[in-house]
């Protein structure tokens, strides 16, 4: 069973930067198409990006499309998701689960389960 770790998150001001990580553990990682979703206070969990098993697609979702950049590392078992020029709608906890690679639904808990996330905090 493929367990996920997100690390990365912090507070920064608008118009800063943040790199998110994904560590996954058990498994075969490398066969899944990875997504990051966002959790705000108030809305559901939403796709951000999405990045096939090998790395020749991606997906974003239009609000964050040009800012952010999702990229993986089969052989170190990592996802990661560049945040540039944040903004504070980007205020969410941050998550990363395995998806299906043509609905982008994440496969919990088919694969895997809802990690702790990691809180990301954009100021004004």
């Known amino acids: 069973q493929v367990q996920l770790v997100e690390s990365g998150g912090g507070s920064v001001q608008a118009g800063g930067s943040l790199r998110l990580s994904c560590a996954a553990s058990?498994?075969?990682?490398?066969?899944?198409?990875m997504g990051w979703f966002r959790h705000a206070p108030g809305k559901e969990r939403d796709l951000v990006a999405a990045?096939?098993?090998?790395?020749?697609?991606?997906v974003y979702v239009d609000s964050v499309k040009g800012r952010f950049t999702i990229s993986r590392d089969n052989a170190k078992k990592m996802v990661y998701l560049q945040m540039n020029s944040l903004k504070p709608e980007d205020t969410a906890v941050y998550y990363c689960?395995?998806?299906?690679?043509?609905?982008?639904?994440?496969?919990?808990?088919?694969?895997?389960?809802w990690g702790q996330g990691t809180q990301v905090t954009v100021s004004s």
């Open positions: 058990g498994g075969t990682f490398s066969t899944y198409a």
């Open positions: 689960a395995a998806v299906h690679i043509k609905t982008m639904r994440p496969l919990i808990p088919d694969v895997g389960s």
């Open positions: 990045i096939s098993w090998s790395s020749q697609s991606t």
